[in-house]
């Protein structure tokens, strides 16, 4: 999806109407919210409860480092929130899009290189524990 965001504002027609760029934004965003929160508002806070030291300080510390993300996601969605104001500042929209799906591309990428093998190791061992 992020992809598709970044083609059509690759492509676009200054010509023609910027609602193609805001529905597919609109798509990624709605994806967006609910990863985000899922991870910020459950996962971070259960593996800092989960009494293994190691997934409580990494999830402590990707929280501290990208717990920001859905803030500035929100500020993105405020500040382009209608076809014309991207019409009318497509090289900042195209600026400011390739930014903060870059953020998110470094942040889903640590999260999937360190805190989901911990996620996994957790359960395996909290599953162990209760059998």
């Known amino acids: 999806m ?8 690759d492509h676009y027609d200054p010509r023609s ?12 965003l709605g994806l967006l919210r609910v990863h985000l929160a899922h991870e910020d508002v459950e996962l971070y806070p259960a593996l800092m409860a989960s009494g293994d ?3 409580a300080r990494t999830a402590q510390r990707f929280a501290d480092e990208m717990g920001g993300t859905a803030i ?8 382009w929130s209608c076809s014309a104001s991207i019409a009318g500042n ?4 195209r ?8 953020a998110l591309a470094v942040r889903i990428e640590r999260e999937n290189r360190c805190l ?3 996620v996994e190791a957790v359960v395996v061992k909290q599953s162990r524990e209760a059998a």
């Open 2 to 9: 992020a992809d598709r965001l970044i083609d059509l504002v």
């Open 17 to 28: 109407a910027a609602i193609p760029l805001l529905m597919q934004f609109n798509r990624l």
């Open 116 to 118: 989901y093998p911990l």
């Open 72 to 79: 500035e996601l929100e500020c993105f969605a405020r500040r």
């Open 90 to 93: 497509i090289d900042e929209f």
């Open 53 to 55: 030291p190691k997934a």
């Open 95 to 102: 600026d400011a899009a390739r930014q903060l799906l870059l």
